[in-house]
């Protein structure tokens, strides 16, 4: 048997270090650059809409930037299983499900702490408190997730248990971040499609960034459910998506327009 010297085992383990962290640099630049491009297009977005920009608005994108990062995770992994595509992207999955941890982390902590004129203990105590238990919860289980997504807990919880936490976890977060935003927005939404949004925005035939957002958190679960039905269905339902989104997106802003005229 060949022994390799102290030395050289120290020098391969160093070596292991400096391509995990340049591996790690590169993953989490990426997805650093997918989310500060989402930032800036909603960022430009609410400011022309509303005619302002604040801390108000910065949280409505954390949170915003938070929902499509997760539905893009819990898309990556029934699109590869479809088709070849999405394959290049699995490798991103971390990497944009904790950048979206810490946005949905900062959402909270700026509703709850910096905002109280838009968000009081009241509101969350009174008629709102269904989507403030929704979104505690999936804050909860989402620091909960962030601590055992590493190779040290999944040594010690076992790879198998470990892998249903997370396989799970992220489901139910999204479905509780889902309820959180419809049963708080849904009103307001139906409200927009109906007699457009308030005087006091610049643009208000424009459709809110979270409308725009929730329909395309309507195509992740819808993905996903058809997905759970039978592969056939999920590859239709990719299709049906990728024809009806678009034209959601462009009938919505057509009807902003009406409200011109």
């Known amino acids: 048997m060949k022994i390799i010297p102290r030395e050289s085992v120290t020098s391969l383990n160093s070596q292991k270090q400096k391509i995990n962290w340049k591996y790690q640099f590169q993953q989490y630049g990426t997805t650093f650059v997918v989310a500060t491009i989402l930032f800036v297009a909603l960022s430009v977005y609410l400011f022309y809409r509303r005619g302002y920009y604040d801390l108000y608005i910065i949280n409505k994108v954390f949170a915003n930037i938070a929902a499509v990062l997760f539905g893009i995770v819990l898309l990556i992994g029934p699109g590869s299983r479809l088709f070849s595509f999405p394959d ?36 969350f105590l009174g008629a709102g408190w269904y989507p403030f238990i929704f979104g505690l919860v999936a804050t909860v289980a989402l620091v909960a997730i962030f601590f055992i997504s590493n190779d040290r807990a999944a040594n010690a919880i076992g790879m198998e248990k470990w892998w249903r936490l997370q396989f799970w976890g992220m489901r139910i977060v999204f479905a509780l971040i889902f309820l959180h935003v419809f049963i708080m927005k849904w009103g307001g939404w139906i409200k927009w499609y109906k007699i457009e949004g308030g005087k006091d925005l610049a643009h208000p035939e424009w459709p809110g960034a979270g409308l725009l957002v929730a329909w395309f958190m309507v195509f992740v679960v819808f993905a996903r459910l058809a997905e759970f039905c039978s592969p056939k269905f999920g590859r239709l339902a990719w299709y049906l998506s990728a024809v009806l989104l678009p034209i959601i997106y ?12």
Request: no cysteine; aromatic share 22%; hydrophobic share 50%.
């Open 88 to 123: 290049r992207y699995a490798q991103y999955r971390k990497e944009l499900g904790i950048v979206a941890f810490f946005l949905a982390l900062a959402h909270g902590i700026v509703s709850f702490f910096f905002l109280p004129s838009k968000f009081s203990i009241q509101q």
């Open 250 to 261: 462009i009938a919505t802003f057509w009807r902003g327009r009406q409200f011109i005229n």
